[in-house]
């Protein structure tokens, strides 16, 4: 066999056998000739037909070595540009330069040789995939009438492969086009589930009568190791009938699938053609789940895995996710996870780096008269949709039953990780370092995924083999089967048989002991979600600016300050009612793991809690704790709360591989409120928990990537915030181990340190900022957090002048930023559009004052200049108040009670000014049953964005004793 670089060694210059703007061109003339030698015996095509294909895969593969080879080449053109003056070549013209000196190409192939192996080999396969196709086509022609209804005889006009993920040696769906315009779909795989699966919706929605009967659910025709899928076209709905159908098949299909256990039913699986939201992936029915027996039955599995009911995934740097939902993905989206990708500038030219990424809307979204449906707005189709699944269900559940326990053996997908880390991990691996060396690359590629905490074993070995020819990895299995493998690339295996429960089993179980309670957990969380979904699109991208109920100008005339403090001791009064209501109630039936929360983006999720300080369950025991500590509450919920907390908070530090964030997200952010509270109730687990706490972390520092236990370097989730964690412990417990473990991560911290503008720096994800230099103003996600957890070290552990350097280098940079035109400090995130800054504990002066009077308070002359240039009066006088944005809400984080806490600590007076309540729009905010997010129970129960921080933000105004923490050194034992 000829290679494509002796083709290249062969040419003369200049001269190629192929037209192409592709500049690794000679693998495009290898897969060409043998995919021409590879079609000439293959009978049952015409000529026309055989090039037809060719040249689908040719313009695929064209599109694929293209990004392969463009990290190497932009390197190289850099190196290029370098050298020659004036004109700096871009992208365009040096691939044209490229494409065109063969001497030149071969060199670079030369110096790369895993880049050569790389694009050889998918060319390889992609002559194989082609040949492949061709013969299947030519020997299941006569079949495929059934699917297009109508003679299979004309002669193909397109081929078009996905433009998708690959698996198995570069094979994907590909979709064919007829002469007469009519369509099929091929797909390189064992259909038998899928088309099983959908006979068995086809037989289902037909027992359920008017609304149902007339479902075009796609056919399959099935091969051994391949088949042929129906081509749905995505259309809008015809007219309201059509929306009102959608959304009761909608439904019907929910049930379907959480019955079934059919998991990662995203937007990209389902089509919405016209009143038929028709799934076109179901190879993941009967997925296996989790079966541990301290979590909730309901919790393990529901309705919510399905991805079919709006939640929130993908979460980057700055906490915001993406909705990918079968429902949701209404409009564009950006996601500020940190891929590794191409950045394209102004003119067209580019580089490579770290950036976010947008996603759009795909064709699982309804369209009326060119305007997007809401899906919120039919919750009640969506929930007829279910009851009525169900109520077919038990008419035919004998059938049901016996029907899935005959799918048994068949072959099923498990997808061990999110494909997301795996196209993070392969996008990093063609970082130019790493193409002059396989052996290098490998090793990259098993060190990014060797993750603990994957639930998969014995996986990994296949995984990193499947990566390194540009392939997703792709797990086998059978249904009723927790082993899988990996049919190409040798890999085998499988879920822990005590912590998982295979799909069929679980859904056989589903069925049998199928209740009214069950049933109403169901609908709860079809309400639920939606409900959130519906406060996601209503606050599009509004950070900073956005009103939950539409209210009045400010009347100064109606308040007094006695009627505020009595509307505030009600809404308190209330809130911890429906606290302890909610919190017994939820933990009886769930455990508590699902419930609202804020998102940083400011609109309102429902999903799991989580154990984070910020939303999670332990900032609301800390806060309940809290309020029992001054306020006698009934501790029948506490201590339950308080132990289910614990427990899970335990779980993931006996498990490697969770993320320790920083002081408001992650492990690291539970274990303070956590300690704090078992100290309170003199349980002696509070030391168990901190030795845990320290073995974690000895574990993690001595990783070689110890970066990956972070989301970033700030306070709320990054490194700096765990610094400032273990600065803590080791005030409140005198343990040496905290004080050293936090040394240890300051010195790895310090290597993290990055140059700007002559100045050791830390920076943050380019995609959440919109400064070239990557970084960020404010306290929880910038520079001045960070300043305040490296003087909070150096006051107490470090007390060098090496950390305090550390320390005034970020304050000076924040005090740079200091905007005069606003009075305040600019908000660089890109999400947000506050163009006078966001005024909050989290983001603006507020925050960053605090910070400032810290440091003040310890004689730190910057920040005892600027208070004094500046003082409070300035900023916090109802006068300077009146210019600001009013409140959105009654949080800590971002709200109306933060704010009135932080004015008790910067300046009391304010406190006396009834007009300051009435710009906080306090009375409208905390009365407890007025707004409708109240009314649909959507109330979030968090500590920093929830009731539990309300009623401790209320006690603050209430009791001058009481300070709310708003800094981790205020954190103290009750």
Known sequence: MQYAIEILKLQSQDVKSITTDCPVWPYLVFFTKKSIEGLTKIEGLAEPEKKVIINGYLRNLSTRITNTAANVLTVEKDILNSTIKPHKLNTVEYYNLVRNNSNYLLNILEAYPELDRVLQQVSENFVDQTRLLATRLSEDRAFLEALIGEQSSYPISECNPSEGETHNGSLTVCSLTFSNGSKVIYKPRNLTIEHNASMLLKRLSEDAGTSYAEWEIPSYIVNQDHGWAQFVPHTPASNILDVHTYYKRAGFLLGFCTAFTASDITSDNIICNGSNPTPIDLETMFYCVLDIKTIPKEVRWNCAQTSILPNWTWKGTDGIGVDLSALGGLREQYVSLNLYQYIEDDSGDGTFGTDGVKIFPAENVLYIDGEVVSPWLYEQEIREGFN????????????????????????????PRPTATYHYALQCSLHASLMRSTNEREAFLAKILDNDNAPAKGFLPAEVKALLNLDIPYAKSQVGSLDFFEPHYSGEGHLDPNTYLDGLSNSVDYIENFSESRRNFELAQINNTLTAMKFMYDH???????????????????????????????SQHEN??????????????????????????????????????????????????TIHHMTPIPTDGLLPLLNETYRRVVAKLDNQGSHLGGSHF??????????????????SRHNELLEKYKNYLHSAMSEDWWQK???????????????????????????????????????????????????????FDKSVTIRQDALLSGISHGVMGCAYSAFYFYKTIARTAEAYDVFTTFLDWELKQFDESINNWPDYRRRSESKGGEFSWSHGLPGNYLALQYFAEHGVQEALDFITEKPASSFFCYESLIQRERPSNDSMCHGAYGLLNILKKLYPAALSDP???????????????????????????????????????????LSRAYEFPFLVHQMNYL
């Open 388 to 415: 009525k699944f169900f109520s077919v269900l038990e008419k035919n559940k004998l059938f049901v039953v016996q029907k899935i326990q005959s799918f048994k053996g068949l072959p099923s997908r498990y997808v």
């Open 540 to 570: 599009d991208k509004k950070l900073t600016t956005h009103n939950f109920r539409e209210v009045d100008a400010i009347n100064l005339n109606s308040l007094s300050l006695p009627d505020v403090i009595e509307s505030i001791r009600r």
């Open 576 to 625: 911890i009612k429906f606290l302890t209501t909610k919190i017994s109630t939820e933990l009886s039936n769930n455990g508590l793991w699902y419930g609202f929360h804020a998102s940083p983006g400011g609109y309102i999720e429902y999903s799991e809690l989580g154990e984070d300080l910020y939303y999670g369950l332990s900032g609301i025991i800390y806060g309940l704790v």
């Open 666 to 683: 992650g492990i690291s952010s539970s274990i303070l409120p956590l300690a704090i509270c078992l100290k309170y109730f003199d349980d």
């Open 709 to 763: 236990y972070y989301w970033g370097a700030d306070l709320l989730s990054g490194m700096y915030g765990t610094l400032s964690v273990l600065t803590k412990l080791f005030e409140l417990s005198g343990d040496y181990e905290f004080s050293a473990l936090a040394v240890n991560l300051h010195g790895k911290i310090d290597t993290e340190l990055t140059i700007a503008d002559g100045k050791r720096m830390v920076q």
């Open 915 to 957: 007009r300051v309540y009435a710009w906080l729009n306090l009375s409208l905010l905390a009365e407890h049953d007025v707004r409708e997010l109240r009314s649909r129970s959507a109330d979030p129960l968090g500590l920093w964005v929830g009731k539990t921080g309300a009623v401790l933000g209320a006690s603050g105004i």
